[in-house]
């Protein structure tokens, strides 16, 4: 009776740490995606670009802004348009204003490739608050 157990709580150790070694291997082996982040110089803006999981049509990166001013000025923010430019070429954005609450998905592309070595990406945000206009651009930098 006694070596059953034995043998039972042997082969529930080997297991555990199967699972164990199989988790640290996975996650050497994942692939990581670097990101790309900026900052507006008003510090209310971050700018993220980064890989999203999904594929349309081999092109799986996406950009969002992040809205880091108070609650009660966000009630009063409206994204006007967005811009995503590389290399002194806009690639994807907004060239009449549409006015839109800020909100967590407020986004400057969806579905691009990531830049490729020595591409400097931007995204100009243009934001009105309390009736004011305001525009920012956001250098984005390479981070792992």
Do not use: C
Not at 7 to 14: D, E, P
Not at 32 to 49: E, I
């Amino acid at each position: 009776m006694k070596k059953s157990w034995a043998i039972i709580g042997i082969i529930a150790a080997v297991v555990v740490i199967g699972i164990i070694v199989g988790v640290v291997v996975y996650e050497k082996e994942k692939p990581s995606y670097p990101k790309w982040v900026g900052h507006s110089k008003s510090g209310k803006w971050t700018a993220v670009l980064s890989y999203n999981g999904e594929k349309y049509e081999d092109v799986n990166y996406s950009g969002d802004f992040i809205w880091n001013g108070s609650k009660k000025e966000k009630k009063k923010v409206y994204v006007l348009k967005s811009q995503y430019w590389i290399g002194g070429k806009m690639e994807v954005g907004d060239k009449t204003e549409v006015k839109e609450r800020v909100s967590p998905d407020t986004g400057f592309v969806e579905y691009t490739d990531a830049p490729k070595k020595g591409e400097h990406p931007k995204v100009i945000i243009y934001w009105e608050e309390n009736n004011k206009v305001h525009k920012e651009v956001i250098p984005l930098k390479k981070q792992k």
